[in-house]
């Protein structure tokens, strides 16, 4: 079965930074686009990022420099650098994929919270 682990959550000052990883175990077809979703109490899911196609990268506005995806091609492992953290920012984060077959992935979740 394919599982997706996030990890790098927890607590953070405002300003600060953390950084999320997603490890992607299982797959029995290549990886085609990775992202990070999240979904704030009362929310509707956002998207944060997304890597299509190989390079295309796609940032939801509210984070636009501040927060970084990358993808690391020789694992199937993906990360988010979120820097000046805000307390608008806190919530529960999950890391996506979809496949070559066009089926879609998706990790447990990790919280996130950035309060003082």
């Known amino acids: 079965q394919v599982q997706l682990v996030e990890s790098g959550g927890g607590l953070v000052q405002p300003g600060g930074s953390l950084r999320l990883s997603c490890v992607a175990s299982?797959?029995?077809?290549?990886?085609?686009?990775v992202g990070w979703y999240r979904q704030a109490p009362g929310k509707q899911r956002e998207q944060v990022a997304v890597?299509?196609?190989?390079?295309?990268?796609n940032y939801g506005s509210s984070v636009k420099g501040r927060f970084a995806i990358s993808r690391d091609n020789a694992k199937d492992a993906w990360y988010l650098q979120m820097n000046s953290l805000e307390p608008e920012d806190s919530a529960v984060y999950y890391c996506?994929?979809?496949?070559?077959?066009?089926?879609?992935?998706w990790g447990q979740g990790i919280q996130v919270t950035v309060s003082s």
């Open positions: 996506s994929a979809r496949d070559y077959e066009l089926s879609d992935f």
């Open positions: 299982g797959t029995r077809i290549p990886i085609k686009d």
């Open positions: 890597i299509r196609g190989g390079a295309m990268i």
